[in-house]
C-alpha cells in the first residue's frame, strides 16, 4: 500500500478523502466527492476521457474507473447527456427523487431535498413504475398549482418482480398488480404463463421495463393459487410489500446449529471480561398475551424501603446473533417481526425466535438484565446492566394477572400461589408509575384494539375489541423504566446507537390543532412550544365531553411519527428526554443494536455496526412501516371477506375519519370501516374544511364530521380493491333550517328559485292556485282530443302506460255570474273536457295531446288553455263570431314542433290564423287576420311537459268578453304582441287568439 500511495501525486493527492479510501481499497481511486468538486470547477460538460485525463487515471485503472461513474450514474450524483457527457443534475436544475405511483394512473416525485412534491401525468408515468428512482426537470405549474414535472432519465428500477391477477383473453394473456400504486398491466410473453389459469394469482419477473411507447413485459415465475384459497391474503401481503419471508440457506443452517438450551461454556464472561450473573432462584416471571410464543421479557419486583428493586430480564439474542452473520444479515433485511392473523413472519428463525431466545418457564435462559431502584413517587432512583442466566417461575397472561388481582382468594390465585406475592408488589409498584407518568405530563390516548376470531375455514367468524386491563399497563410501564434506563446509559458514556424519537407538533399542524380547538372553547397551553404536559392537561379537561372522541384524534394527528435515528431528539409523547427500545430483541432489530452497545460500554469497548447508523435508522423506520401497512392490508382483505354477505343490510356506526371526497364509518359491534362517497351524502355540494375536518353542504347547511353518528346501508364489497362502500339511511336532506318534508311539493332536490323571465327580460308570474284544477302533488293533466274515438293510454317518462280518468272542468267565475254564458260554457265542459292524470312525471314526448274541433251551429267559442313549461304561462281568450262555421284542427306537436291551427271559413268571415307554439321554452307565433264583426279572441297554446292544463269552454258576448277572460283563464303577464285576430275552430265554435311574437 506504502508503495501505491508514493504513485498518488498531482491533482489526485488533493483528494480530502484520500485516506478513507486507501483504507478501503488497495488501489484506492479518487472518491466521489473529490469527483464532483472537479466536474463542479470546471464548469460545463465533460466527456469521461477528457475527466480521466484530469485526474490522471493508470490505464489499469479505467475499468474500476468506469464501474465508479456508473454507480454515481445510478445514484444520480452525475448524469450523462445524449452527446455521452458527464453533467451535473444541480447545473441541470433536475431534481432526483422516488415516484410514488396512484391508482388512477397519475404519480408524483417525492424529492431528495425535502422540498414539496411534483405532479408526474399519466404520460410521464407510462415510463415508470411505483417506487422507481429518476431524474425529473420541474415544468411549472399545473392546472391545479401543482409543481409539474417531466422524467428526464430512470436512475433505478425499484421493482423486477411483482404479484399480480391472471387474465386471458384470445390468447393474450396480462397480469393486473396486486399494488394499486403500479396501473400498468403487465403483457406476459409467449408461453410465459407457466400453465396458470386466468384469475389465479401469480408472481410475474419483469423481462422488459415499461417506457412512453411501449408496456412492461414479464413472464410467470410462481402460481400461488386461486385469489379466495385460505391464506392466499398474506401470500399476497407479502409479495406486495417486499417482505422477507424465506431465510437463506446460511441462516436456517445457524439457526439448525444452534443449541436448544444453554451450555455451561455459555456463561463465560461477556467480551472476555464482564461476569454473568445468576438469577435462577429469583421468582422472574413472563406476562405476555394468550397467543404469544416468543416471551423475550420477564419482570421481578421486591419491596425495598419505601420504594421497590425492580428487575427487567430481556432474552440474550445478541449471544446467538453475531455481527454480520447470516441470521445478523437476515436481520437486518426484515428489520423486525410481522404479525399476520394466525401467522407470523419473525425476524429471526423459529430454533431461535421460539426456542433459546424464548424465556419459557422452567428452563435456564440467558438474558441481559436492567436492575433498578425505583423510589416510592415511581422515580427511578439508579440502575445497573449486566448479563445473567434466568430461569422462568411462570408463564403468566394478562387476562390471569388481573384476575388474580382482581380476586386475590379466586382459582387463579390459588393456582398460582408461588408467584402471587410477587404480582402484588408489582401491582403495588404500578401505582406508584401511573402518579409519576402524571406528573410528567405523557400523554395517554385511549385507544380501542380489535382481535379478529376465525371458523375452521380460516375466515372472520367475528371481530371483538381488546380490552386493555391493569396487567397490561403494568408491563407496559416495567418496559418504559428499562428503555429510559437504556436511553440514559448510552448518553451518559457517549456511545452511539439509534434511539426511539418522537418530535413534537410542526409549527403547521400546531397552528391547524390551536384553530380548530378555539372554535369549540379550548386552548392548548405551550404558547409556541407545547410540551407533552400541556396535551396530557387538554385531554383530562375534555374526556367528559360528548366530542372527546374527535378531539382526541385531532390532537393525536397533530404529532409527528415516532421513527429510529442516531440523533437522540426525546420522545414527546412520553415526555422523555432520551428512549430507546431495548426490551424486545427477538422481534425488532434496534433492541439487538441497543443490546450489543450496551454490552460494549460495559467491557469498556465501542460497537461499531457494518453500516452507518443512519443508514440503520433508515433501514429500521421503513420496515417498521412496511410491516404495518402490510398487516393493514391483510386485516381489510379479511374485513371485505367477512362483509361480503352482508350486502343490503344496515348498521349504525360513528363516523372516523373525514376527507375531500366523504366520509369514513366504523361500524358499532362490528368494527369494520367503510367509505361513504361524497355523492352519497346528499343532494348538495360538499365543501371539505382542513382544519375542523368537516364536509359542509352548500346549500343545506348539512354538516359531517367526526364522532358524528349515522345509519348506513353496505353499498357495495371489493375483494380485489379490499374496500367497502356504504350509503346512508334515513337521512333526510335539510333545506336551509327546514326537513324537505316542508319544502314543496316537486322541488325537493332543487332550492327554490323566482320564475324564469320571458323573452324580453320581465319575469313571468307564477300561476295561481285557482289556475289548475289538478291539486294533487305529481300528477299530471293532458288535454285529450275531443273526438269520438276512444281514450287511449299515455306512456310517461318510464315509458308505463298510465289510466286516463275524465274529470270535470270548473266553469269559470266570470260564467257563473252570467247565466247566459254558465250554461253553455258547463255543458260544454261536461261533455268535451277530458283529463289524464298521471301519477309521476308525465311524459308529452311519448303522448303529444291532440286536439280536433267540431263544428257546431252558432257556437260560443270556447277557451283552450294549456300549462306552461318551465314557469311560462298561457293566456287563452273566446270571443263569439257571429254565424262562423269553422272547423279546426289543432295539431299540438311537443318536441319543439309548432301548433297549427287551420280555420274553416264562414260567411262574413275572413280567416284563419296559424299559430306555431313552441314546446320547450320557445314562444309561440300567431298570424291573425282581422274579420269584420269579430272581437279578437285569443287562443294561445303552451308547451306541456309535467302538467297541461284542463280545456274550459265559455260563451262570451263581445261586450262582456275581457271580463269573461279576467276569470276564466290564468293570470299571467303575456308576451307583448302587435293586434292581431285569428280564428280557431273548436268543438263549439271559432275562438280568436292573440297573436305570439316571432322568434
Same mark, same amino acid.
Given at each position: 500500500?506504502?508503495?501505491?500511495?508514493?504513485?498518488?501525486?498531482?491533482?489526485?493527492?488533493?483528494?480530502?478523502?484520500?485516506? +478513507?479510501?486507501?483504507?478501503?481499497?488497495?488501489?484506492?481511486?479518487?472518491?466521489?466527492?473529490?469527483?464532483?468538486?472537479?466536474?463542479?470547477?470546471?464548469?460545463?460538460?465533460?466527456?469521461?476521457?477528457?475527466?480521466?485525463?484530469?485526474?490522471?487515471?493508470?490505464?489499469?485503472?479505467?475499468?474500476?474507473?468506469?464501474?465508479?461513474?456508473?454507480?454515481?450514474?445510478?445514484?444520480?450524483?452525475?448524469?450523462?447527456?445524449?452527446?455521452?457527457?458527464?453533467?451535473?443534475?444541480?447545473?441541470?436544475?433536475?431534481?432526483?427523487?422516488?415516484?410514488?405511483?396512484?391508482?388512477?394512473?397519475?404519480?408524483?416525485?417525492?424529492?431528495?431535498?425535502?422540498?414539496?412534491?411534483?405532479?408526474?401525468?399519466?404520460?410521464?408515468?407510462?415510463?415508470?413504475?411505483?417506487?422507481? +428512482?429518476?431524474?425529473?426537470?420541474?415544468?411549472?405549474?399545473?392546472?391545479?398549482?401543482?409543481?409539474?414535472?417531466?422524467? !428526464?432519465?430512470?436512475?433505478?428500477?425499484?421493482?423486477?418482480?411483482?404479484?399480480?391477477?391472471?387474465?386471458?383473453?384470445?390468447?393474450?394473456?396480462?397480469?393486473?398488480?396486486?399494488?394499486?400504486?403500479?396501473?400498468?398491466?403487465?403483457?406476459?410473453?409467449?408461453?410465459?404463463?407457466?400453465?396458470?389459469?386466468?384469475?389465479?394469482?401469480?408472481?410475474?419477473?419483469?423481462?422488459?421495463?415499461?417506457?412512453?411507447?411501449?408496456? /412492461?413485459?414479464?413472464?410467470?415465475?410462481?402460481?400461488?393459487?386461486?385469489?379466495?384459497?385460505?391464506?392466499?391474503?398474506?401470500?399476497?401481503?407479502?409479495?406486495?410489500?417486499?417482505?422477507?419471508?424465506?431465510?437463506?440457506?446460511?441462516?436456517?443452517?445457524?439457526?439448525?446449529?444452534?443449541?436448544?438450551?444453554?451450555?455451561?461454556?455459555?456463561?463465560?464472561?461477556?467480551?472476555?471480561?464482564?461476569?454473568?450473573?445468576?438469577?435462577?432462584?429469583?421468582?422472574?416471571?413472563?406476562?405476555?398475551?394468550?397467543?404469544?410464543?416468543?416471551?423475550?421479557?420477564?419482570?421481578?419486583?421486591?419491596?425495598?424501603?419505601?420504594?421497590?428493586?425492580?428487575? !427487567?430480564?430481556?432474552?440474550?439474542?445478541?449471544?446467538?446473533?453475531?455481527?454480520?452473520?447470516?441470521?445478523?444479515?437476515?436481520?437486518?433485511?426484515?428489520?423486525?417481526?410481522? #404479525?399476520?392473523?394466525?401467522?407470523?413472519?419473525?425476524?429471526?428463525?423459529?430454533?431461535?425466535?421460539?426456542?433459546?431466545?424464548?424465556?419459557?418457564?422452567?428452563?435456564?435462559?440467558?438474558?441481559?438484565?436492567?436492575?433498578?431502584?425505583?423510589?416510592?413517587?415511581?422515580?427511578?432512583?439508579?440502575?445497573?446492566?449486566?448479563?445473567?442466566?434466568?430461569?422462568?417461575?411462570?408463564?403468566?397472561? #394478562?387476562?390471569?394477572?388481573?384476575?388474580?388481582?382482581?380476586?386475590?382468594?379466586?382459582?387463579?390465585?390459588?393456582?398460582?400461589?408461588?408467584?402471587?406475592?410477587?404480582?402484588?408488589?408489582?401491582?403495588?409498584?404500578?401505582?406508584?408509575?401511573?402518579?409519576?407518568?402524571?406528573?410528567?405530563?405523557?400523554?395517554?390516548?385511549?385507544?380501542?384494539?380489535?382481535?379478529?376470531?376465525?371458523?375452521?375455514?380460516?375466515?372472520?367468524?367475528?371481530?371483538?375489541?381488546?380490552?386493555?386491563?391493569?396487567?397490561?399497563?403494568?408491563?407496559?410501564?416495567?418496559?418504559?423504566?428499562? &428503555?429510559?434506563?437504556?436511553?440514559?446509559?448510552?448518553?451518559?458514556?457517549?456511545?452511539?446507537?439509534?434511539?426511539?424519537?418522537?418530535?413534537?407538533?410542526?409549527?403547521?399542524?400546531?397552528?391547524?390543532?390551536?384553530?380548530?380547538?378555539?372554535?369549540?372553547?379550548?386552548?392548548?397551553?405551550?404558547?409556541?412550544?407545547?410540551?407533552?404536559?400541556?396535551?396530557?392537561?387538554?385531554?383530562?379537561?375534555?374526556?367528559?365531553?360528548?366530542?372527546?372522541?374527535?378531539?382526541?384524534?385531532?390532537?393525536?394527528?397533530?404529532?409527528?411519527?415516532?421513527?429510529?435515528?442516531?440523533?437522540?431528539?426525546?420522545?414527546?409523547?412520553?415526555?422523555?428526554?432520551?428512549?430507546?427500545?431495548?426490551?424486545?430483541?427477538?422481534?425488532? #432489530?434496534?433492541?439487538?443494536?441497543?443490546?450489543?452497545?450496551?454490552?460494549?460500554?460495559?467491557?469498556?469497548?465501542?460497537?461499531?455496526?457494518?453500516?452507518?447508523?443512519?443508514?440503520?435508522?433508515?433501514?429500521?423506520?421503513?420496515?417498521?412501516? +412496511?410491516?404495518?401497512?402490510?398487516?393493514?392490508?391483510?386485516?381489510?382483505?379479511?374485513?371485505?371477506?367477512?362483509?361480503?354477505?352482508?350486502?343490503?343490510?344496515?348498521?349504525?356506526?360513528?363516523?372516523?375519519?373525514?376527507?375531500?371526497?366523504?366520509?369514513?364509518?366504523?361500524?358499532?359491534?362490528?368494527?369494520?370501516?367503510?367509505? !361513504?362517497?361524497?355523492?352519497?351524502?346528499?343532494?348538495?355540494?360538499?365543501?371539505?374544511?382542513?382544519?375542523?375536518?368537516?364536509?359542509?353542504?352548500?346549500?343545506?347547511?348539512?354538516?359531517?364530521?367526526?364522532?358524528?353518528?349515522?345509519?348506513?346501508?353496505?353499498?357495495?364489497?371489493?375483494?380485489?380493491?379490499?374496500?367497502?362502500?356504504?350509503?346512508?339511511?334515513?337521512?333526510?336532506?335539510?333545506?336551509?333550517?327546514?326537513?324537505?318534508?316542508?319544502?314543496?311539493?316537486?322541488?325537493?332536490?332543487?332550492?327554490?328559485?323566482?320564475?324564469?323571465?320571458?323573452?324580453?327580460?320581465?319575469?313571468?308570474?307564477?300561476?295561481?292556485?285557482?289556475?289548475?284544477?289538478?291539486?294533487?302533488?305529481?300528477?299530471?293533466?293532458?288535454?285529450?282530443?275531443?273526438?269520438?274515438?276512444?281514450?287511449?293510454?299515455?306512456?310517461?317518462?318510464?315509458?308505463?302506460?298510465?289510466?286516463?280518468?275524465?274529470?270535470?272542468?270548473?266553469?269559470?267565475?266570470?260564467?257563473?255570474?252570467?247565466? $247566459?254564458?254558465?250554461?253553455?260554457?258547463?255543458?260544454?265542459? +261536461?261533455?268535451?273536457?277530458?283529463?289524464?292524470?298521471?301519477?309521476?312525471?308525465?311524459?308529452?314526448?311519448?303522448?303529444?295531446?291532440?286536439?280536433?274541433?267540431?263544428?257546431?251551429?252558432?257556437?260560443?267559442?270556447?277557451?283552450?288553455?294549456?300549462?306552461?313549461?318551465? &314557469?311560462?304561462?298561457?293566456?287563452?281568450?273566446?270571443?263569439?263570431?257571429?254565424?262562423?262555421?269553422?272547423?279546426?284542427?289543432?295539431?299540438?306537436?311537443?318536441?319543439?314542433?309548432?301548433?297549427? $291551427?287551420?280555420?274553416?271559413?264562414?260567411?262574413?268571415?275572413?280567416?284563419?290564423?296559424?299559430?306555431?307554439?313552441?314546446?320547450?321554452?320557445?314562444?309561440?307565433?300567431?298570424?291573425?287576420? /282581422?274579420?269584420?264583426?269579430?272581437?279578437?279572441?285569443?287562443?294561445?297554446?303552451?308547451?306541456?311537459?309535467?302538467?297541461?292544463?284542463?280545456?274550459?269552454?265559455?260563451?262570451?258576448?263581445?261586450?262582456?268578453? /275581457?271580463?269573461?277572460?279576467?276569470?276564466?283563464?290564468?293570470?299571467?303577464?303575456?308576451?307583448?304582441?302587435?293586434?292581431?285576430?285569428?280564428?280557431?275552430?273548436?268543438?263549439?265554435?271559432?275562438?280568436?287568439?292573440? &297573436?305570439?311574437?316571432?322568434?
Amino acid at each position: 500500500m506504502s508503495g501505491r500511495s508514493k504513485k498518488i501525486k498531482g491533482i489526485r493527492a488533493s483528494d480530502p478523502f484520500l485516506e +478513507r479510501e486507501r483504507e478501503r481499497y488497495e488501489f484506492p481511486l479518487p472518491s466521489r466527492e473529490f469527483v464532483l468538486q472537479v466536474l463542479t470547477e470546471h464548469g460545463a460538460p465533460i466527456f469521461v476521457d477528457e475527466l480521466m485525463s484530469m485526474l490522471a487515471i493508470l490505464p489499469e485503472e479505467e475499468t474500476q474507473f468506469h464501474r465508479r461513474m456508473a454507480a454515481m450514474e445510478r445514484e444520480g450524483q452525475v448524469m450523462i447527456n445524449r452527446k455521452g457527457a458527464l453533467c451535473l443534475p444541480d447545473k441541470l436544475d433536475l431534481l432526483q427523487g422516488r415516484v410514488q405511483g396512484h391508482a388512477d394512473g397519475f404519480g408524483f416525485l417525492v424529492p431528495d431535498d425535502g422540498s414539496s412534491d411534483l405532479y408526474l401525468g399519466p404520460k410521464e408515468m407510462a415510463k415508470v413504475l411505483h417506487g422507481d +428512482r429518476v431524474l425529473v426537470r420541474p415544468m411549472g405549474l399545473d392546472r391545479r398549482g401543482r409543481r409539474e414535472g417531466s422524467i !428526464v432519465e430512470v436512475l433505478v428500477r425499484s421493482t423486477q418482480k411483482l404479484v399480480g391477477r391472471l387474465h386471458g383473453e384470445h390468447g393474450v394473456f396480462t397480469v393486473t398488480a396486486e399494488d394499486k400504486r403500479i396501473s400498468h398491466e403487465i403483457l406476459l410473453e409467449p408461453n410465459g404463463t407457466m400453465g396458470a389459469e386466468s384469475g389465479q394469482v401469480v408472481m410475474v419477473e419483469l423481462v422488459k421495463q415499461p417506457s412512453r411507447y411501449s408496456q /412492461p413485459v414479464g413472464r410467470v415465475v410462481q402460481v400461488l393459487g386461486n385469489y379466495a384459497d385460505p391464506g392466499m391474503e398474506i401470500e399476497i401481503a407479502l409479495r406486495k410489500h417486499n417482505l422477507p419471508h424465506e431465510f437463506s440457506a446460511e441462516a436456517i443452517l445457524q439457526g439448525e446449529d444452534t443449541p436448544a438450551k444453554v451450555r455451561k461454556k455459555d456463561w463465560k464472561k461477556v467480551l472476555d471480561t464482564v461476569e454473568r450473573e445468576d438469577l435462577r432462584d429469583l421468582p422472574l416471571v413472563t406476562i405476555d398475551g394468550e397467543t404469544a410464543k416468543d416471551f423475550d421479557d420477564a419482570v421481578y419486583a421486591e419491596k425495598k424501603g419505601k420504594g421497590w428493586r425492580l428487575i !427487567v430480564a430481556i432474552a440474550d439474542v445478541s449471544h446467538y446473533v453475531l455481527p454480520g452473520d447470516a441470521l445478523d444479515v437476515g436481520a437486518i433485511e426484515r428489520g423486525n417481526s410481522v #404479525y399476520f392473523p394466525r401467522r407470523v413472519i419473525p425476524m429471526l428463525p423459529e430454533a431461535l425466535s421460539n426456542g433459546i431466545c424464548s424465556l419459557m418457564p422452567d428452563v435456564e435462559r440467558l438474558c441481559m438484565v436492567c436492575d433498578m431502584q425505583i423510589t416510592a413517587k415511581g422515580e427511578i432512583k439508579k440502575y445497573r446492566f449486566y448479563p445473567a442466566v434466568m430461569h422462568s417461575k411462570a408463564r403468566l397472561t #394478562y387476562t390471569k394477572v388481573w384476575d388474580m388481582i382482581q380476586h386475590p382468594a379466586g382459582e387463579m390465585a390459588q393456582q398460582y400461589q408461588h408467584v402471587l406475592p410477587q404480582i402484588d408488589t408489582l401491582y403495588a409498584l404500578f401505582k406508584a408509575f401511573s402518579a409519576a407518568r402524571a406528573l410528567r405530563g405523557a400523554i395517554d390516548f385511549e385507544t380501542v384494539e380489535t382481535e379478529m376470531r376465525f371458523d375452521d375455514k380460516g375466515k372472520i367468524s367475528e371481530i371483538v375489541p381488546v380490552v386493555r386491563n391493569d396487567a397490561h399497563k403494568l408491563i407496559e410501564e416495567c418496559m418504559l423504566a428499562a &428503555n429510559v434506563c437504556a436511553a440514559d446509559i448510552l448518553l451518559k458514556k457517549e456511545h452511539d446507537c439509534v434511539y426511539r424519537v418522537h418530535e413534537g407538533p410542526t409549527p403547521e399542524k400546531l397552528e391547524n390543532l390551536r384553530t380548530y380547538i378555539k372554535s369549540v372553547g379550548l386552548t392548548l397551553d405551550g404558547e409556541e412550544d407545547p410540551v407533552a404536559g400541556d396535551y396530557a392537561v387538554l385531554l383530562e379537561k375534555i374526556k367528559l365531553r360528548e366530542d372527546a372522541p374527535l378531539l382526541q384524534t385531532m390532537l393525536l394527528r397533530s404529532l409527528s411519527q415516532a421513527v429510529y435515528s442516531p440523533d437522540n431528539k426525546g420522545h414527546f409523547g412520553l415526555s422523555y428526554e432520551a428512549y430507546t427500545h431495548f426490551t424486545s430483541p427477538i422481534r425488532r #432489530y434496534p433492541d439487538l443494536l441497543v443490546h450489543r452497545a450496551i454490552k460494549a460500554i460495559l467491557a469498556g469497548k465501542k460497537y461499531t455496526p457494518a453500516m452507518k447508523w443512519e443508514a440503520l435508522g433508515t433501514q429500521c423506520s421503513m420496515t417498521e412501516r +412496511r410491516a404495518d401497512d402490510a398487516s393493514r392490508d391483510v386485516q381489510n382483505w379479511l374485513k371485505c371477506y367477512y362483509m361480503q354477505d352482508k350486502v343490503g343490510e344496515e348498521f349504525e356506526g360513528v363516523i372516523s375519519a373525514v376527507t375531500g371526497f366523504g366520509i369514513f364509518v366504523l361500524l358499532d359491534n362490528v368494527f369494520v370501516e367503510g367509505l !361513504v362517497h361524497i355523492s352519497e351524502l346528499g343532494t348538495d355540494y360538499f365543501h371539505f374544511d382542513e382544519v375542523r375536518k368537516e364536509l359542509k353542504g352548500e346549500r343545506t347547511g348539512q354538516v359531517y364530521r367526526m364522532t358524528g353518528r349515522v345509519k348506513i346501508k353496505v353499498a357495495r364489497v371489493s375483494l380485489e380493491t379490499s374496500k367497502i362502500d356504504f350509503m346512508l339511511v334515513e337521512e333526510k336532506p335539510m333545506w336551509g333550517d327546514k326537513p324537505v318534508a316542508e319544502v314543496p311539493a316537486g322541488r325537493r332536490n332543487a332550492p327554490p328559485r323566482s320564475p324564469a323571465p320571458r323573452r324580453g327580460g320581465k319575469p313571468v308570474a307564477p300561476p295561481s292556485p285557482a289556475e289548475t284544477t289538478v291539486t294533487e302533488t305529481k300528477r299530471t293533466a293532458v288535454v285529450k282530443k275531443t273526438s269520438k274515438s276512444a281514450a287511449k293510454p299515455v306512456a310517461d317518462l318510464s315509458g308505463r302506460k298510465t289510466a286516463v280518468t275524465r274529470t270535470k272542468a270548473a266553469p269559470p267565475k266570470a260564467a257563473a255570474s252570467n247565466p $247566459a254564458l254558465a250554461k253553455p260554457a258547463a255543458k260544454n265542459a +261536461r261533455k268535451k273536457a277530458v283529463v289524464r292524470q298521471v301519477s309521476g312525471p308525465g311524459n308529452l314526448e311519448a303522448a303529444p295531446a291532440a286536439v280536433k274541433a267540431v263544428p257546431a251551429k252558432k257556437a260560443v267559442a270556447p277557451k283552450v288553455a294549456k300549462a306552461p313549461v318551465a &314557469n311560462q304561462p298561457v293566456v287563452a281568450k273566446a270571443v263569439p263570431v257571429k254565424k262562423a262555421v269553422a272547423p279546426e284542427v289543432a295539431k299540438t306537436s311537443v318536441a319543439n314542433q309548432p301548433v297549427v $291551427a287551420k280555420a274553416v271559413p264562414a260567411k262574413k268571415v275572413v280567416v284563419p290564423k296559424v299559430a306555431k307554439t313552441s314546446v320547450v321554452n320557445q314562444p309561440a307565433a300567431v298570424k291573425a287576420v /282581422p274579420v269584420k264583426q269579430a272581437a279578437a279572441p285569443k287562443v294561445t297554446k303552451a308547451p306541456a311537459v309535467t302538467q297541461p292544463a284542463v280545456a274550459k269552454a265559455v260563451q262570451k258576448t263581445p261586450p262582456s268578453a /275581457p271580463e269573461a277572460v279576467k276569470s276564466a283563464v290564468r293570470k299571467p303577464r303575456a308576451p307583448r304582441v302587435k293586434p292581431a285576430v285569428v280564428k280557431e275552430v273548436t268543438a263549439e265554435g271559432v275562438d280568436a287568439a292573440p &297573436n305570439k311574437r316571432k322568434p
